[in-house]
């Protein structure tokens, strides 16, 4: 446990175990799973432009917009 990032590494998973713990108590678990879905995505796609300089393609742009879109029709239909 001397390096840092054993400990970053369990902190971080305390506090995304602990969010989730709050949100399973406030959101249906269709909308967590979901929402988590997206938000993976799109961290993916930032680090991907950010960190590697990859290319966003129209069909990347696309599937951004359908995967947002979704987010905002769970939100009013559930």
């Known amino acids: ?10 902190a971080l998973y305390a506090v995304s ?3 989730w713990f709050m949100a399973m108590r406030l959101i249906s678990l269709s909308q967590i799973g ?9 961290a993916l796609c ?3 432009v950010l960190l ?6 129209a069909r990347d742009h696309l ?3 359908l995967a947002v879109l979704a ?3 769970l939100s009013r239909l559930v």
Do not use: H, R
């Open 71 to 73: 987010i905002l029709l």
């Open 34 to 42: 979901v929402a988590l879905s997206v938000f993976t995505l799109l």
């Open 63 to 65: 599937g951004i917009a």
């Open 17 to 19: 175990a602990a969010g």
């Open 46 to 48: 930032a680090m991907g």
């Open 52 to 57: 590697f300089n990859e290319t966003v393609s």
């Open 1 to 10: 446990m001397s390096s840092v990032p054993v400990p970053a590494g369990a």
